[in-house]
């Protein structure tokens, strides 16, 4: 094996390990905006629930207050 089928084979490799890593940083890329979305669908889910909760507490101080 020439020195010149050597060096093409290695571009070659370097040529794919290169295609692979872009596609792992675009892959990379998408998991952080798919997590970033679920991170803040919890938060506002959260936030709802946490209303929730507070507006029984209240209804249910006022219905003993009241009584």
């Known amino acids: 094996m020439s020195l010149e089928e050597r060096l093409a084979r290695i571009e070659g490799t370097v040529e794919q390990m290169d295609k692979r ?25 959260f936030l709802w629930l946490l209303g929730v909760q507070i507006s029984m507490w209240i209804t249910i101080i006022l219905a ?3 009584k």
């Open 21 to 45: 890593l872009n596609h792992l940083e675009t892959e990379t890329r998408d998991l952080r905006e798919e997590l970033r979305d679920l991170r803040s669908d919890l938060n506002n889910r």
């Open 64 to 66: 003993i207050l009241f």
